[in-house]
């Protein structure tokens, strides 16, 4: 088919298309034929009529002659005279074959007529065809043509035949067809290669052919074979060999072919070397439900395993224990550390997590599945067939025991605590989702907790999940909204029984569900982020509103403290804020106090310490808030610059009555007049609480007994009251 093709290509300019056939040559360029003849005239002829078809032509007088100019002119024909003086054109073509260009270029040799003996010889010197003198030339163009013809049809072939080998090598494919009447086999070359053995001979008879399967697969192969040829119908099946690189995967497909009475005759197939391709669906398979960090499952295979448990589980009315382990301080580990660091500490908890299990073997068959789900969390699902899952506390305190203890990468000890939340099904949930969700609730409520500990879901912990989950989602509403309010509560001067302070507290007025407190949407506020814009708002609120306010019965402005929360200090733009609020609203920085609770302080880092010195050179007072609850002992505030201690309310509750509390009360007192600081009681509720604080030499107190927390214009009535005279004792 080629050469009509190029026929078309040749367009009708050309003067062989003009001719109606000739030369099968590259596009755009002359195809050239080479004339040897002794004969001038034969020449002068056979030129006139090839160039009539569209060849450039190019003579020779004798065979020496010809094969130096085939070498020059590198022809795409060659017609030739078999006498010549000195190289005869047998000789002449016998040499050209040897070429490597003459291989497979067209000769036409000219012999006399009826000379059989030479058409003979011709033929044995690798002539493609020959035309007889005297020539006639109207049937040589003919002769010529079809010998072009066909000799760019053997080039395309053996060209298509090429690329099909390469094709096959590259694909790593061999092919191979039995002959089931004559039972015998050809092969591609390649296709023993494919099966680790050396190269066949190209037909084969099926004993041979068995002799070319490796040992452990032939078996299986012949019987796959034979059924399909008594079936009548197409094979595919995968196997490995064993191969010197280590194992090879070959995939093997055929079909069968019947003959018209519908008898199998012949069966052709294909093999493959399909080992990257399975290595690389492997490999995605792996990366899709595997985490590359420490390899364990990731959520979509976990979540696939424990579906099927659960439905076991179903079966068996067994239970299952979820497991949400979530580490402590990876972020700020990252932070410091980097993130190699950090993927070395979180590959070694996997394994340490992993260690801390039970043994399979050992135990009542249950079953243990661990996996990582995002940068600071495990989990893991217990399967007891006996339905006891009052192993899980023991479970979660050893792996919180495993977890906790220290270790090290390189030099550097690293010490990561966890906390655990733990989801039962049925009864916490029948399906995957609901049962990471709330194993996820729980160890959040943990995490608050502090480390170290593991938590039961719920409904409770359900319940305030959902709220948070909704007030989270309606907070910045609030803000825009203007919802919060800031409410005041007086703090009384014992010496002089005067209102000289005020704590400003948030509060939200939501639309539906009414007031609601700040414990309840503080944290929230930390958590998403939002604390620093709530921040910001209460503290201008509060300021503008002090400055309605008249001076307190001893003449000064009362002092205003204001709630700090620690996300809220280390923001980037803490100190523009408060420079920011200042000066909007013309506060003196004199009569403001800033609370923070001991566990900011405890972040011992010169970045707080600079930041707490700058708001005490504006003129801003500190009081460290809930004193007692934290783990800081008084020494360490003589580095701080701070002002004042609010004793929590937890050390007054119960005063009268505990002794303890007594004694504590009466140290913190004395040390921290030692140290120069005010000291602030909080939660003073009954006159028996206030005398004895009068009597230990507190400065201020403030409590429901002085006064609930109230706004604005409930401050203002406050500070216009006379100041009572000194309760009896
Ligand atoms: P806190 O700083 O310890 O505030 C004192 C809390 O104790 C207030 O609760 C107050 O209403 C309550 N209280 C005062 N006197 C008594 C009493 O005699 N008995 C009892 N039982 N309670 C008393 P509130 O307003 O619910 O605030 C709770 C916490 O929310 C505050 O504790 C504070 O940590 C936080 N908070 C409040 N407002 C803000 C704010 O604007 N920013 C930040 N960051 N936190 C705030
Ligand atoms: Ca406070
Ligand atoms: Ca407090």
Same mark, same amino acid.
């Not at 056939?21 to 360029?29: C, T, V």
């Not at 995605?284 to 960090?293: E, G, K, S, T, V």
């Not at 299990?357 to 050992?362: E, I, V």
């Given at each position: 088919?080629?050469?009509?093709?190029?026929?078309?290509?040749?367009?009708?300019?050309?003067?062989a298309?003009?001719?109606?056939?000739?030369?099968?040559?590259?596009?755009?360029?002359?195809?050239i034929?080479?004339?040897?003849?002794?004969?001038?005239?034969?020449?002068?002829?056979?030129?006139?009529?090839?160039?009539?078809?569209?060849?450039?032509?190019?003579?020779?007088?004798?065979?020496?002659?010809?094969?130096?100019?085939?070498?020059?002119?590198?022809?795409?024909?060659?017609?030739?005279?078999?006498?010549?003086?000195?190289?005869?054109?047998?000789?002449?073509?016998?040499?050209?074959?040897?070429?490597?260009?003459?291989?497979?270029?067209?000769?036409?040799?000219?012999?006399?007529?009826?000379?059989?003996?030479?058409?003979?010889?011709?033929?044995?010197?690798?002539?493609?065809?020959?035309?007889?003198?005297?020539?006639?030339?109207?049937?040589?163009?003919?002769?010529i043509?079809?010998?072009?013809?066909?000799?760019?049809?053997?080039?395309?072939?053996?060209?298509?035949?090429?690329?099909?080998?390469?094709?096959?090598?590259?694909?790593?494919?061999?092919?191979?067809?039995?002959?089931?009447?004559?039972?015998?086999?050809?092969?591609?070359?390649?296709?023993?290669?494919?099966?680790?053995?050396?190269?066949?001979?190209?037909?084969?008879?099926?004993?041979?052919?068995?002799?070319?399967?490796?040992?452990?697969?032939?078996?299986r192969?012949?019987?796959?074979?034979?059924?399909?040829?008594?079936?009548?119908?197409?094979?595919?099946?995968?196997?490995?060999?064993?191969?010197?690189?280590?194992?090879?995967?070959v995939?093997?497909?055929?079909?069968?072919?019947?003959n018209?009475?519908?008898?199998?005759?012949?069966?052709?197939?294909?093999?493959?070397?399909?080992?990257?391709?399975?290595?690389a669906?492997?490999?995605?398979?792996?990366?899709?439900?595997?985490?590359?960090?420490?390899?364990?499952?990731?959520r979509?295979?976990?979540?696939?395993?424990?579906?099927?448990?659960?439905?076991?589980?179903?079966?068996?009315?067994?239970?299952?224990?979820?497991?949400?382990?979530?580490?402590?301080?990876?972020?700020?580990m990252?932070?410091?550390?980097?993130?190699?660091?950090?993927?070395?500490?979180?590959?070694? %908890? !996997? +394994? @340490?997590?992993? /260690?801390s #299990?039970?043994? $399979?073997?050992?135990t009542?068959?249950?079953?243990?599945? *661990?996996?990582?789900?995002?940068?600071?969390?495990?989990v893991?699902?217990?399967?007891?067939?006996?339905?006891?899952?009052?192993?899980?506390?023991? %479970? !979660? +305190? @050893?792996?919180? /025991?495993? #977890?906790?203890? $220290?270790?090290?990468?390189?030099?550097?000890?690293?010490? *990561?605590?966890?906390?655990?939340?733990?989801?039962?099904?049925?009864?916490?949930?029948?399906?995957?989702?609901?049962?990471?969700?709330?194993?996820?609730? !729980?160890?959040?409520?943990?995490?608050?907790?502090?480390?170290?500990?593991?938590?039961?879901?719920?409904?409770?912990?359900?319940?305030?999940v959902?709220?948070?989950?909704?007030?989270?989602?309606?907070?910045?509403?609030?803000?825009?909204?203007?919802?919060?309010?800031?409410?005041?509560?007086?703090?009384?001067?014992?010496?002089?029984?005067?209102?000289?302070?005020?704590?400003?507290?948030?509060?939200?007025?939501?639309?539906?569900?009414?007031?609601?407190?700040?414990?309840?949407?503080?944290?929230?506020?930390?958590?998403?982020?939002?604390?620093?814009?709530?921040?910001?708002?209460?503290?201008?609120?509060?300021?503008?509103?002090?400055?309605?306010?008249?001076?307190?019965?001893?003449?000064q402005?009362?002092?205003?403290?204001?709630?700090?929360?620690?996300?809220?200090?280390?923001?980037?733009?803490?100190?523009?804020?408060?420079?920011?609020?200042?000066?909007?609203?013309?506060?003196?920085?004199?009569?403001?106090?800033?609370?923070?609770?001991?566990?900011?302080?405890?972040?011992?880092?010169?970045?707080?310490?600079?930041?707490?010195?700058?708001?005490?050179?504006?003129?801003?007072?500190?009081?460290?808030?809930?004193?007692?609850?934290?783990?800081?002992?008084?020494?360490?505030?003589?580095?701080?610059?701070?002002?004042?201690?609010?004793?929590?309310?937890?050390?007054?509750?119960?005063?009268?009555?505990?002794?303890?509390?007594?004694?504590?009360?009466?140290?913190?007192?004395?040390l921290?007049?030692?140290?120069?600081?005010?000291?602030?009681?909080?939660?003073?509720?009954?006159?028996?609480?206030?005398?004895?604080?009068?009597?230990?030499?507190?400065?201020?107190?403030?409590?429901?007994?002085?006064?609930?927390?109230?706004?604005?214009?409930?401050?203002?009535?406050?500070?216009?009251?006379?100041?009572?005279?000194?309760?009896?004792?």
């Open positions: 088919m080629a050469y009509d093709r190029q026929d078309a290509l040749m367009g009708e300019s050309s003067p298309a003009a001719d109606g056939g000739g030369p099968a040559a590259a596009e755009g360029q002359p195809t034929a080479l004339v040897v003849d002794d004969e001038t005239t034969t020449r002068i002829l056979a030129r006139s009529v090839l160039e009539n078809m569209g060849y450039q032509v190019f003579e020779a007088e004798d065979g020496e002659q010809a094969l130096a100019c085939f070498q020059r002119t590198q022809p795409q024909l060659v017609v030739m005279d078999v006498l010549m003086p000195r190289m005869d054109g047998f000789a002449c073509c016998t040499a050209l074959r040897a070429l490597p260009a003459g291989a497979d270029v067209p000769v036409v040799l000219i012999t006399g007529i009826d000379d059989s003996n030479s058409i003979e010889q011709a033929y044995r010197a690798g002539a493609t065809d020959f035309v007889h003198k005297p020539i006639n030339w109207i049937l040589f163009r003919h002769r043509n079809f010998v072009a013809r066909a000799s760019q049809a053997f080039l395309d072939l053996k060209r298509s035949q090429a690329r099909l080998l390469q094709a096959q090598k590259l694909a790593k494919l061999g092919y191979w067809e039995w002959n089931l009447r004559r039972n015998t086999v050809e092969m591609s070359y390649d296709l023993t290669a494919l099966l680790g053995l050396p190269p066949q001979p190209g037909t084969l008879s099926e004993t041979q052919l068995w002799d070319c399967v490796p040992e452990p697969v032939r078996e192969l012949a019987r796959e074979l034979r059924e399909a040829i008594r079936e009548q119908r197409s094979y595919s099946l995968d196997f490995r060999v064993p191969a010197l690189g280590g194992e090879r995967i995939h093997a497909e055929g079909e069968i072919i019947a018209a009475e519908g008898l199998a005759v012949l069966m052709r197939g294909i093999m493959q070397d399909v080992t990257e391709q399975v290595r669906q492997e490999e995605i398979n792996r990366l899709a439900h595997y985490d590359p960090l420490t390899g364990l499952p990731n979509t295979l976990f979540i696939e395993q424990l579906r099927l448990a659960l439905s076991r589980a179903k079966r068996q009315r067994s239970a299952i224990g979820v497991l949400s382990v979530g580490l402590r301080r990876i972020e700020q990252r932070e410091a550390m980097g993130t190699v660091f950090a993927d070395l500490a979180i590959h070694e %908890l !996997a +394994q @340490r997590l992993q /260690d #299990l039970p043994n $399979p073997d050992q009542d068959h249950s079953h243990i599945e *661990v996996a990582r789900f995002g940068t600071h969390e495990f893991l699902f217990a399967d007891h067939p006996d339905s006891s899952i009052g192993e899980l506390p023991r %479970l !979660a +305190q @050893r792996i919180i /025991d495993r #977890l906790a203890a $220290p270790f090290h990468i390189g030099t550097q000890p690293v010490q *990561v605590g966890c906390s655990i939340g733990i989801a039962c099904a049925p009864d916490d949930g029948k399906d995957p989702e609901t049962l990471l969700k709330h194993a996820h609730a !729980a160890m959040n409520v943990a995490r608050r907790k502090g480390e170290l500990v593991y938590e039961y879901h719920t409904r409770e912990i359900q319940r305030s959902m709220e948070r989950f909704q007030l989270e989602g309606q907070l910045l509403v609030a803000l825009r909204e203007r919802q919060l309010e800031v409410h005041f509560q007086p703090q009384m001067a014992l010496a002089n029984r005067a209102i000289v302070g005020f704590e400003a507290l948030a509060r939200w007025r939501h639309p539906v569900l009414g007031m609601i407190p700040p414990d309840r949407f503080i944290p929230i506020a930390e958590d998403s982020g939002a604390i620093g814009q709530l921040g910001e708002h209460v503290l201008r609120n509060a300021l503008e509103q002090h400055r309605q306010w008249p001076v307190t019965k001893l003449g402005p009362a002092l205003l403290s204001v709630n700090l929360s620690a996300r809220q200090l280390w923001g980037k733009d803490f100190m523009t804020v408060i420079h920011r609020v200042l000066d909007q609203t013309g506060f003196d920085p004199a009569t403001l106090v800033l609370e923070l609770t001991e566990s900011v302080l405890m972040k011992d880092s010169d970045d707080m310490i600079r930041i707490l010195k700058r708001l005490k050179d504006m003129g801003i007072k500190l009081s460290i808030d809930d004193f007692g609850t934290g783990f800081s002992s008084m020494s360490y505030f003589k580095h701080l610059p701070i002002d004042e201690l609010k004793i929590d309310r937890g050390f007054i509750r119960d005063l009268p009555r505990r002794g303890q509390d007594l004694a504590i009360v009466r140290s913190v007192i004395a921290a007049h030692n140290l120069g600081l005010k000291i602030v009681a909080e939660g003073v509720e009954t006159a028996e609480q206030l005398r004895i604080l009068e009597q230990e030499g507190c400065d201020w107190v403030q409590g429901f007994l002085i006064g609930r927390p109230a706004d604005s214009p409930a401050a203002i009535r406050f500070l216009g009251q006379a100041i009572p005279s000194a309760p009896t004792p």
